[in-house]
Nanobody, 124 residues
């Protein structure tokens, strides 16, 4: 059972930046990524990365968010810049083992392991 622990959330003013971290209990041989959810809405994919380095971003977030990983630390990062109030959400780290297709990278149902989430609040 993979354990994922997120950190780095918080409150920031619009235009600001945050970096989220997700530390896994073991190396992820598959893919992992970030999702977010606001009350009353479905969880949506933000960015994900597969073994080998392939990445995928939600179209609306390209250019503002950057996903990266440090395999030596079993840690996944999400750099968020030019934050907007609509980025306010609970951000979750998720992981899946095995082969991850490009199209599955932002599909919540594909991922088996989830962190507890970290709140990001962007004020105007």
């Amino acid at each position: 059972q993979v354990q994922l622990v997120e950190s780095g959330g918080g409150s920031v003013q619009a235009g600001g930046s945050l970096r989220l971290s997700c530390t896994a209990s073991e190396y992820i041989d598959g893919c992992w990524g970030w999702f977010r959810q606001v009350p009353g809405k479905e969880r949506e994919g933000v960015a994900a990365i597969a073994t080998g380095g392939s990445t995928r971003y939600a179209d609306s977030l390209k250019g503002r968010f950057t996903i990266s990983e440090d395999n030596a630390k079993n840690t996944l990062y999400l750099e968020m810049h030019s934050l907007k109030p609509e980025d306010t959400a609970v951000y979750y780290c998720a992981a899946a083992r095995g082969i991850c297709s490009y199209w599955s990278l932002l599909t919540p149902g594909y991922f088996d392991y989830w962190g507890q989430g970290t709140q990001v609040t962007v004020s105007s």
